[in-house]
């Protein structure tokens, strides 16, 4: 959100200051997903969506709070190139989503996304390129994807 006036109940934190008690991780059983490596783009989606999952079955609420201000100083130094960053950002959503059991509605609307994103970058032929090519690799590694498999050189460009 843009802005945010109170505490609100939320499902995922992406990007996000978020906060775990050590207790509840170790409890659950909540670790980090050893599938998406490198500077993984979702990890944080993916376990702040695991953890509200299990809080909620537990009757505990997870909240976004304005309350709660960070500074975060961070540095482009260590990024990924953009071809890889890309491919990250398309392909390990498609992995969560069939992670995280997501309805085909779901996914169709993520797809639709993707390519919405190919289309704002269509005056730069080169990223836009690198979306279509992020959706063919998913396409091509769907099987792969659906049983929790990230193939170890799905993001390379030389694929």
């Not at 109940?9 to 659950?28: K, N």
């Not at 960053?85 to 995280?100: D, G």
């Not at 836009?128 to 959706?135: E, F, G, S, T």
């Amino acid at each position: 959100p843009v802005s945010v006036q109170k505490d609100d109940d939320t499902e995922w934190a992406m990007g996000d200051f978020f906060a775990v008690r050590r207790p509840l991780g170790y409890q659950w059983d909540l670790w980090f997903d050893e599938n998406l490596t490198s500077y993984a783009y979702a990890e944080d989606l993916d376990f702040s969506l695991t953890y509200c999952k299990k809080a909620k079955e537990r009757g505990l609420r997870c909240i976004f709070s304005p309350k709660i201000v960070v500074d975060h100083l961070g540095s482009k130094e260590y990024r990924v190139p953009s071809q890889k960053s890309i491919f990250m950002y398309v392909i390990n959503r498609e992995y969560l989503s069939y992670k995280h059991k997501k309805s085909p509605l779901s996914r169709i609307a993520m797809r639709w996304t993707n390519f919405c994103m190919y289309l704002m970058n269509i005056n730069r032929p080169t990223t836009a390129r690198y979306y279509k090519q992020a959706q063919a690799r998913c396409n091509q590694n769907r099987n792969k994807l659906k049983c929790g498999i990230i193939p170890n050189d799905i993001y390379d460009d030389t694929n």
